[in-house]
């Protein structure tokens, strides 16, 4: 299983653009690198999926180079409700392990 | 999207007693389930595999006898904390994979999850 790791936390400020990189050197060859998003209290809510270079949905967009040994997350204009932690998963058909996540604060 | 339902939402007991938790895929069937839980300020841990028809997978360091998971059907799991003691209050949280959904390989749904305090 490949593992991942991330920053700790991050702070941004209101209408600020937020790259989060998580870095899965072993990643495998069937592994898809995907996002989740959590608040307190609430089940982790899907953000986006990705193999390789980039992908774009209506709330971010995912950056992963060549080797895909590192990805990056890019929220555009923070607002105050992003705030949360957020979760890289190298993630395939097998069981699902989460790493540490990002915990996002956005100040206004 | 796909749904995945979780009950309660929160549930107090006394120590000693077990408390069940119930996870439902509301549109979608799923072959694979897992059930989590979280700490505060911590990270998800995985606890179990469960797929329908067949025993659970449980992590190691997890005890089966503890935390008894049932996956009977294709919508719906159970978790059971069996005779509860204060420790195991927890944040318990499932998802589910399921057998035909759109996406790609893997992409997990999760429930809104289960706040247990034991007493």
């Known amino acids: 299983l490949a593992k991942t790791t991330q920053p700790i936390s991050m702070d941004s400020y209101e209408g600020q653009e937020v790259n989060i990189t998580c870095s899965h050197n072993?990643?495998?060859?069937?592994?898809?690198i995907t996002w989740y998003q959590q608040f307190p209290s609430q089940g982790p809510r899907f953000i986006i999926q990705?193999?390789?270079t980039k992908v774009t949905n209506e709330v971010a967009s995912l950056f992963i180079p060549a080797d895909r040994k590192s990805s990056t997350l890019s929220l555009p204009r923070v607002s105050l409700s992003d705030t949360a932690v957020y979760y890289c998963?190298?993630?395939?058909?097998?069981?699902?392990?989460f790493g540490t996540g990002t915990r996002l604060q956005v100040f206004p | 999207g796909a749904v995945v339902s979780q009950h309660p939402s929160w549930v107090i007991c006394k120590s000693g007693t077990s408390v069940k938790i119930e996870c439902r895929s509301l549109?979608?069937?799923?072959?694979?389930m897992f059930w989590y839980r979280q700490f505060p300020k911590q990270s998800l841990m995985l606890m179990a595999t469960?797929?329908?028809?067949?025993?659970?997978?449980?992590e190691q360091g997890v005890e089966k006898d503890k935390f008894l998971i049932n996956h009977a059907s294709l919508t719906l799991s159970t978790l059971t904390v069996t005779s509860a003691h204060p420790e195991d209050s927890s944040f318990y949280i499932c998802?589910?994979?399921?057998?035909?959904?759109?996406?790609?390989?893997?992409?997990?749904?999760f429930g809104e999850g289960s706040r247990l305090t034991v007493l």
């Open positions: 990705g193999y390789k």
């Open positions: 549109d979608f069937q799923a072959t694979t």
């Open positions: 469960s797929n329908e028809g067949s025993k659970a997978t449980y």
């Open positions: 998802s589910a994979r399921g057998r035909g959904l759109a996406g790609n390989t893997g992409e997990l749904f």
């Open positions: 998963l190298a993630l395939n058909t097998d069981k699902l392990i």
């Open positions: 072993n990643i495998a060859t069937n592994d898809y």
